[in-house]
């Protein structure tokens, strides 16, 4: 099935590897406008009597729409 005019596609990429290989393709591909989002996510963790936020890998949003 294609995708039709609207159509929408989110990748969620956690390596650089698959960020550079879903750009390079959405760059190359006129058929698309797309934008990317980073969210960081942290934890909460225990430090003594204090609480300290740890930082986690980005997450990586890419959100793709079909031009029609």
Do not use: D
């Not at 990586?60 to 079909?66: F, L, N, S």
């Amino acid at each position: 099935p294609w995708l039709v005019a609207g159509g929408r596609i989110i990748v969620n990429a956690i390596t650089i590897e698959t960020l550079a290989a879903t750009l390079e393709y959405f760059h190359s591909n006129s058929e698309y406008e797309y934008e990317t989002v980073a969210v960081q996510v942290n934890k909460l963790r225990s430090v003594g009597a204090y609480h300290m936020l740890q930082a986690e890998n980005q997450i990586y949003i890419i959100t793709a729409i079909k031009k029609g």
